[in-house]
């Protein structure tokens, strides 16, 4: 597309108010080609020609050749730079050469593994060789029994899913013991996607899968492919507890991108509010596809991808109805059937434009496209890049706007262009040898095959101590040397990968209610009666955390930019009654969160702070939800709900500051709490880099209520707690140091994303960030100032109490450079990646 | 979502305490009784099976029913199988048809839970120099499974035709993919193989309150079942059994297999015969 000639276009138009903040063009990049040491064979240069290939580029060749050695090999490119072809060539060649061989191909969602079939099979097409040979499928939830038995005892490349590998191959291996004993390639993708708790769990799962391997005499070659992160060798070793090599010079050709960014203009004179960024989303996105610029339009929620789409289209129906059906949206929820068919409309070119959640975010492919349109920061510089990979084919210029909410972190990356393209994406971090974590996996392995000398060789030294206590709570029992399961549980049952639930509602339309009185209003509640079920069609689905923060009675719940409204909500049946009504509004969760301690384990003091370690409560519910009309986002009516609260049980550690220096504080015109704020939110940062956690794995909140005073609580996002925020009570010195180097040398005025300025701590993933209402960035000034003084204090005491106190001293660890400064804020709290449901 | 149930929060408060760096003294390993009071069992030895030791319970089928020839109403009722052998109703017994009643093994595997656990016992029945007899191979503890599948896979080896309740679905299955993790060779799932529940379902549709085993064993074998272990607790007290070496534990489970095979022959030879040798009314029996 004709970027410059678009702004041009813009910065003329009626609407247009300054929006433009920043614009930087991205250097065009030409492609690099390699040769191999070796051609292919004539199947798969068969195959390449269909493709029109003649070459492969330079990370493909290397992919190849790494492979070719044996040796295991991370992909780390971009979006569109050809992953699947590197990883999926070697494994083709492979099994080409010896037909008995079999491959295991993992990916993080499902609808992605049915996507990459669809790829295989494609190029399978254009080989009948290959097409031969290939005894392939997806074997996950989805497939029926008959599928299932048949992939097991025939297929020889097999797409599946780790929660799958987990809980439906690893337990009845022998059933797959052909499989097993063949297995010549693992392929993971997205290996960015298996960050924090999930990534630690998914590591422990392909140490199973090792150890079940050698047990039938093979040694599967790892390929890996990820998105770009800060770490991906040291991340891809964990990951499989082997060495693995690194191909990251990405010979792709890209084009010349203009990343723009864009602020919605101030609505007053104040400078308080600005318009809507939807709105403005809106137009931007329709005026690119009057331009017939296919395009993508992410944003953070549901409702937005919903909002964004219903305005666009009805933007279009009044200026180029013509172009009204050629824009879709597309999200996490809907069916399978529904999202293929905008898949293969896009890829074809026959869509014009997509609205989308980060369901489109992974690999499914949809081609390229020339523009893309990021609504808000999607909480991270990876999610960022990703997002901004989906526009620009091969060396055409592409355009990416960036359009920012009134809120700070969004409103900071407008201001600072500068630290957005110099901030270098995320470290994914996870830690296998979390002892809670991998407790579990050990009772997993013990009961798949029992636990030998050699296990601590695959799950680190801990191991053999986690051993010893399994067989002291009679979970194993020793004998000559090896632990068998000795109990009648179904181990992998009790370990789930993602902190999410796995249950699911489904959405039911069903007729409108044209009953007796008033039709308008739907009956609700116990009136509810199940309709006839062959009135009842099915729309769509959603997981069951998300369902009481979208399907409340009367929500209005928005499908492909039409209004149905919810008329009852069963909790038990796990079902979502709606009926389709046009209605100029939308509805928008007010949610609530408590903190409860429930037992104080532990208790010390640091620096005349009181901190603690203990059991807690976190709560949350749906309170009431707010009806917002279409456009002006006003607020035009509420509805109170009795929704039962979601909770987990979990660890938490706290600290209370000193009375005194909170008067002290006060004096200096500074509100303690919001300097408490600040460091809260300093130590979700901090405490990752010594728990090896992701900080989406652990929350905090500022609180009086527990202790009569304002005290910081942070706690594990898991039920029963992984001891993350452990750490910091164990070593508060260590860690609030970190917190006050990092605050002080931050070269920031007010505060910024980088140090006290993270976001909420539990992204509301059903609200529209629009109408959420902006919240400042805490004091930097006060937290400083706490931080400075716990620090200072905690010096002074250990003085005066002399050799006493440096006996108790904890030793800083120190930690990496690269990691003091975080980037901005956490991730989705469920762990997914992306908007979708995993299995 | 709910990982944490007893058993689990104990061992989390433990690993806690071990990361605290806190050792405390491991409990004394549960006392083993010496295997000398499994010789107690009556017909319990060590055999070599094929060059492989192992324990089994070998029990002849007269002395657990007295008074019942079972082995001639066996070669009876094969005998007749070739009349049936156009009745839909039976077809499930065509595998049996011309084959040798003197080859014939009744096959029940008695297991710690379900899909991919271990088995611990294999029950066979089968006629040996002219007499039906029950040979039990036993795990003593964990590690004897893959001796017990290896016998085992040689004494079915041996056998023209295997007859189950419910192997199609499970025993065969099972123990195909038990050995194939052990490596063991075995040709069972190519053996002739009548599947007694398929049969029944046919045969007795609606007549019972269902068709499971001890249904048909009460109302067409008329067998009265006594010293039983319902099969749900099998799986924790062979744990039991495996840890503290307590034998009387384990009789009941020895029993229960016992019965079962018995049964599946019995019903078996009921439906071979059937019609027209008279099912009832008959005396109710007990196996000693």
Known sequence: ?839 | MTPSDVQATGIRQHIAALLRGERRPSPAAPVRLADSTLATLRGARTTQIDGVSVFEIRRDFEELLPGEDAWRALRDGMGHLATKEEEEIYAGLRPAIGADPARVAILDLETTGFWGCPIFLVGLLRVENGRLVTRQLLARDYPEEAAVLRAAAALLDESALVITFNGKSYDVPCFAERCSMFGVKTKLRRRPHVDILHVARRRWRGEFEDCRLQTLERHVTRLTRQGDIPSAEIPAVYHDFAATGDVSRLEPILHHGRVDVITTLRLFTALAADPPAPLRPRKRKVVS
């Open chain 1, 1 to 839: 597309m004709d970027v410059e000639r678009f702004l041009e276009r813009i910065e003329r138009s009626r609407d247009y108010g300054g929006q433009i903040a920043h614009v930087e063009t991205l250097p065009e990049r030409p492609a690099r080609y390699e040769p191999l040491a070796e051609p292919f064979p004539p199947a798969i240069r068969k195959a390449l020609q269909g493709l029109e290939i003649c070459d492969l580029y330079s990370h493909q060749a290397r992919c190849v050749a790494e492979a070719r050695e044996r040796r295991n090999v991370a992909v780390v490119t971009g979006t569109a730079s050809g992953k699947t072809l590197a990883y999926t060539l070697p494994v083709l060649e492979r099994l080409l050469a010896n037909p008995e061989g079999t491959a295991l191909f993992l990916y993080p969602t499902k609808a992605l593994a049915q996507d990459q079939l669809r790829g295989l099979l494609r190029i399978a097409e254009l080989s009948e060789e290959i097409a031969g040979l290939l005894r392939t499928g997806t074997y996950d939830g989805d497939t029926p029994s008959v599928g299932r038995r048949k992939l097991r005892d025939e297929g020889n490349l097999i797409l599946s899913n780790p929660d799958m590998l987990h809980s439906g191959i690893l337990p009845y291996h022998a059933k797959w013991s052909r499989f097993l004993s063949r297995l010549e390639f693992v392929v993971i993708d997205e290996i960015h996607a298996y960050r924090g708790i999930f990534g630690s769990n998914v590591a422990n799962v392909i140490r199973r899968l090792r150890r079940v391997c050698r047990h039938y005499g093979s040694d599967p070659q790892f390929l890996l492919g990820s998105a770009t992160i800060a770490n991906p060798r040291d991340f891809s070793r964990s990951l499989v507890g082997a060495d693995v090599s690194l191909v990251n010079d990405d010979g792709s050709p890209r084009g010349r991108k203009k990343f723009v960014l864009w602020n919605p203009p101030f609505l007053d004179t104040a400078n308080m509010d600005r318009r809507s960024s939807n709105v403005e989303a809106h137009w931007l996105y329709t005026e690119l596809v009057k331009d017939r610029v296919q395009t993508i339009c992410f944003s953070r929620a549901r409702v937005t991808a919903e909002l964004i789409h219903r305005y666009t289209q009805e933007m279009l129906t009044r200026s180029k109805p013509e172009l009204a059906g050629l824009v879709r949206a597309y999200r996490g929820g809907y069916l399978p059937r529904e999202r293929r068919e905008i898949e293969k409309a896009l890829f074809s070119g026959e869509l014009l434009g997509v609205s989308s959640t980060n369901a489109l975010e992974l690999g499914i492919d949809i081609g390229s496209l020339d523009a893309s349109i990021i609504t808000g920061f999607p909480s991270t510089i990876a999610s960022l890049w990703q997002q901004a990979g989906r526009a620009g084919r091969g060396s055409e210029e592409a355009a990416t706007f960036f359009v920012a909410y009134n809120d700070p972190i969004d409103q900071y990356l407008v201001r600072h262009p500068e630290y957005l393209f110099a901030q270098s994406p995320e470290s994914a971090v996870i830690d296998p040898e979390n002892p809670y974590i991998l407790t579990g996996h050990l009772e997993c392995a013990a009961f798949e095959l029992p636990l030998g000398a050699d296990e601590p060789e695959l799950f680190g030294e801990i191991a053999k101590d986690l051993i010893r206590l399994l067989r002291e709570h009679g979970r194993v029992r020793e004998v000559d040397g090896r632990s068998y399961w000795a109990n009648t549980d179904f181990p992998s049952r009790q370990v789930s990968l993602r902190h999410m639930s796995d249950d699911t509602y489904t959405i039911i339309e069903v007729p409108a209610d044209t009953g007796k009185g008033d039709a308008y209003r739907p009956r609700t509640g116990p009136d509810f009666a199940p309709p006839d079920p062959q009135e009842a069609k099915v729309i769509g689905n959603v997981d069951a955390t998300s369902a009481l923060e979208l399907l409340y009675p009367e929500a209005v719940y928005l499908h492909d930019g039409e209004t149905f409204v919810v008329r009852h909500l069963d909790l038990e049946g796990k079902a979502a009654y709606v009926e389709r009504r046009e209605v100029d509004y939308y509805t928008n969760p007010v949610l609530e969160q408590h903190l409860v301690l429930r037992e104080e384990r532990e208790r010390d003091t640091f620096g005349g702070a009181d901190t603690g370690f203990g059991d807690a409560t976190v709560t949350w519910f749906t309170a009431f939800f707010k009806k917002i009309q279409f456009f002006s986002t006003d607020s035009i009516g509420y509805g109170n709900l009795d929704l039962p609260p979601q909770n987990i049980d979990t660890t938490t550690a706290w600290i209370t500051i000193p009375a005194d220096l909170r008067g002290a504080l006060k004096r200096l015109g500074k509100n303690p709490v919001e300097g408490l704020a600040g460091v809260r939110n300093l130590l979700i940062s901090v405490v990752p880099l010594y728990a090896m956690c992701d900080r989406a794995d652990i929350g905090g909140v500022v609180d009086s209520k527990n202790l009569g005073q304002p005290t910081i609580f942070l706690y594990d996002r898991y039920p029963g707690g992984l001891g993350f925020v452990e750490h910091f009570y164990r070593k508060p010195r260590t860690i609030l140091e970190s917190a006050r180097e990092l605050v002080e040398e931050c070269p920031c005025d007010g505060g910024c994303p980088s140090c006290v300025g993270l976001p909420v701590l539990r992204p509301a993933q059903h609200q529209d960030p629009d109408v959420g209402g902006a919240w400042p960035i805490p004091d930097k000034d006060a937290a400083r100032i706490i931080l400075e003084e716990l620090v200072t204090r905690a010096a002074e005491i250990e003085r005066q109490a002399g050799g006493e106190g440096t006996a108790r001293r904890v030793a800083p660890s120190p930690v990496p450079r690269e990691r003091t400064t975080p980037s901005i804020a956490s991730g989705p709290s469920s762990g997914v990646a992306g908007d979708d449901l995993p299995f």
